[in-house]
């Protein structure tokens, strides 16, 4: 019943910008960390951004200065706002919550940077 839905995805030219939004039902996040994750065609899943309870975030080294993770616990969201996108940030992102020792995921929304 724990859902997580990711938006916001698409199509942008470096140094473009998009803004990903992850929407949670099923469960309220505010005592929870939460975090973005990517993943490209045969690579390894990472960690790009987390965010936890208490509002501290950390962030991976390629995106530092560039993308911002902030969550609205009011609208059960985590959003991340990615600036000076790059062709090496194409992934499919996907949003976690982590709950306790459990992790639940959402289906991932696509994001392409190219010419």
């Known amino acids: 019943q724990v859902q997580l839905v990711e938006s916001g995805g698409g199509l942008v030219q470096p140094g473009g910008s998009l803004r990903l939004s992850c929407a949670v039902s099923g469960m309220m996040i505010r005592n929870f960390a939460m975090g973005w994750y990517r993943q490209g065609p045969g690579k390894r899943r990472e960690l790009v951004a987390g965010i936890g309870s208490g509002g501290t975030t950390n962030y991976a080294d390629s ?16 959003d991340l706002q990615m600036n000076s996108l790059k062709p090496e940030d194409t992934a499919s992102y996907l949003c976690n919550l982590h709950h306790w020792s459990n992790d639940y995921w959402g289906q991932g929304t696509q994001v392409t940077v190219s010419t």
């Open 63 to 78: 995106v530092k200065g560039r993308f911002t993770i902030s969550r609205d616990n009011a609208e059960n969201t985590i």
